[in-house]
């Protein structure tokens, strides 16, 4: 079975999962002024839910009133059942979270860090801190000083704290800040298997195109508002698909395109298309434009006289439509 029957599979069954985190109408206020204007969302058990937003969305804000570090003035969080405000401690039995980077004790090693988290909470066992330190991959380095691990092994180290109690939600706040791109890819993967093994997990990312290949969901919220929750597929797929021409008379081409109203040029400035593929198509003209169209418009340009040395369809990224949504908003 490939990625995408999994991903099908996965998409399938998520609908009939338990809500594991559901958010109900949250909204804050701080000093009068309104910053969060009303949050909702579900996350269900077994899935990857991404949380997207530009600077000052409220992303943070809304991850601190998940944890209890402060209260909504309106709504209501719920922990597999339980309320965040009136029953903090039952509610968040089931929640481990990392909020920005895990903070550890350099010149301890990893298990005597996980050792001094343990006696923080009731019924942690050694064979416990066994199977979290199998689980995130660290038994070589295990008993080696903290100040000595790479970035991305403190990042698995502070998730195996995470885990110690055994939680149904883990919460995780820009987790691949800092990490180089196989470190990216070796989170994208260990949390994938998180997921699989029934755990949920929240994560806060400003990376659009880590999110789009992680989550199976995503809320996108701006100005203290979520503006879109939904399938990553399926919010994608409310994007433009380009459809990119090189031809051998770029300039006729144009013009035929611009003359056609069924046509939409874009602008280089208007696109977010990897530049490592318009690298190769020198000239390429970016068009919207219906799929069904393409075959006619080729016929049109040979009889013209102009080749058409390349067509290629470009599926939108996760990033068109969050910056449709944000109005072009910067995220962070």
């Not at 609908?15 to 579900?42: A, N």
């Not at 070589?140 to 000595?148: A, G, L, P, Q």
């Not at 067509?311 to 944000?326: G, W």
Request: glycine share 10%.
């Amino acid at each position: 079975m490939d990625g995408k029957e999994t991903a099908a599979v996965r998409d399938q069954t998520s609908h009939h999962r338990e809500t594991v985190l559901s958010v109900q109408g949250v909204k804050k206020k701080i000093g009068g002024k309104p910053i969060i204007k009303g949050v909702s969302f579900d996350v269900r058990a077994g899935e990857i839910f991404g949380f997207l937003g530009p600077n000052g969305s409220g992303k943070t804000t809304t991850i601190r009133m998940l944890v209890d570090l402060i209260k909504p003035t309106e709504g209501r969080i719920l922990v597999c059942g339980e309320d965040v405000n009136r029953t903090p401690e039952r509610a968040l039995r089931h929640v481990g979270c990392i909020v920005e980077n895990p903070e550890m004790y350099g010149y301890l090693t990893g298990w005597e860090n996980l050792e001094h988290f343990a006696r923080m909470q009731e019924g942690i066992t050694h064979e416990r801190i066994r199977e979290v330190v199998e689980t995130v991959g660290m038994d070589m380095r295990i008993h080696d000083k903290v100040k000595t691990y790479s970035l991305g092994m403190r990042q698995r180290l502070g998730i195996a704290q995470a885990l110690l109690g055994k939680p149904k939600l883990l919460i995780l706040d820009e987790p691949t800040n800092g990490l180089d791109p196989l470190g990216i890819k070796e989170l994208r993967e260990f949390i994938r298997q998180l997921a699989d093994g029934g755990m949920s997990l929240f994560i806060s990312s400003h990376l659009l195109s880590e999110i789009q290949l992680m989550c199976d969901r995503v809320a996108i919220i701006a100005r203290g508002e979520v503006i879109a929750v939904g399938d990553v597929d399926e919010l994608v797929s409310q994007a433009d698909t380009y459809t990119v021409w090189q031809l051998d008379k770029p300039e006729e081409g144009h013009a035929m395109l611009a003359a056609d109203p069924e046509v939409r040029l874009v602008k280089e400035t208007e696109h977010r298309i990897d530049e490592a593929l318009l690298a190769g198509m020198p000239g390429a003209i970016i068009t919207v434009m219906d799929e069904d169209r393409i075959a006619e418009r080729v016929r049109r340009f040979v009889e013209a006289g102009i080749g058409v040395r390349t067509v290629q369809r470009v599926a939108p990224s996760l990033e068109e439509l969050f910056l449709r949504l944000t109005e072009g908003e910067r995220i962070g």
